[in-house]
């Protein structure tokens, strides 16, 4: 089953999501700390996802960030 979530969720819940569904899962917006969106476990943070730090990130954090939104899409 495909699943859609269409409020802004973090890294965690969509992991949790994500293990629940065999089906392709569609976020447009994550919210989350700079470290846990830098490092990207599950490659959520991508193009057309609008991303939200919720918390003061470094340079390497934000270019991280910023190069995985900019990543063409597949």
């Known amino acids: 089953m495909n699943v859609t979530v269409s409020d ?18 569609i976020a447009t917006n994550i919210a989350d700390v700079a470290v846990a969106l830098a490092l990207n476990a599950g490659s959520y943070v991508k193009a ?7 918390d003061a990130a470094s340079l390497a954090q934000l270019t991280s960030i910023d190069n995985a939104i900019m990543a063409p899409v597949p």
């Open 8 to 25: 802004t969720a973090n890294l965690a819940q969509l992991t949790a999501i994500d293990l629940e569904t065999t089906g392709t899962l």
């Open 48 to 54: 057309g996802v609008n991303v939200t730090v919720n």
